[in-house]
């Protein structure tokens, strides 16, 4: 992706995170890891009828944060997670601006860092 269509893209994700419903989804399937959740779970888990999900969830696909596979009659989701490293290295790229210090511990308040 070039400049433009990396601005563009990222500015499609971010607006929809941007909903309070999609972000939690969004988090939670972050958190789900890997195998990720089926669709009737996740409305089930954030008390959201199934077709309000649905959209919810088309809208984070679209974004391309999610992805989707059918298993028979069920609809199984995951966090796209290279898309999620592309959306937040696309959000600091510029944060250091030559100065390393000014972004160190910017890694220290998640989970997964190993300096924690």
Do not use: K
Not at 22 to 29: K, S
Not at 68 to 86: N, P, V
Not at 91 to 99: E, I, K, P, R, S
């Amino acid at each position: 992706m070039d400049d433009i269509e990396t601005q563009v893209w990222a500015v499609d994700a971010l607006g929809a995170l941007a909903h309070e419903t999609r972000l939690a989804v969004f988090r939670m399937l972050v958190t789900a890891g890997h195998d990720g959740m089926i669709a009737g779970s996740i409305a089930e888990h954030c008390g959201v009828p199934p077709s309000t999900m649905s959209h919810h969830l088309a809208t984070l696909e679209r974004a391309g944060l999610v992805q989707s596979e059918r298993e028979s009659r069920l609809i199984h989701y995951r966090a796209d997670y290279a898309a999620m490293r592309r959306l937040l290295t696309f959000l600091v790229q510029d944060c250091c601006q030559g100065a390393p210090e000014m972004c160190g511990d910017l890694m220290a308040g998640l989970a997964c860092d190993p300096r924690n």
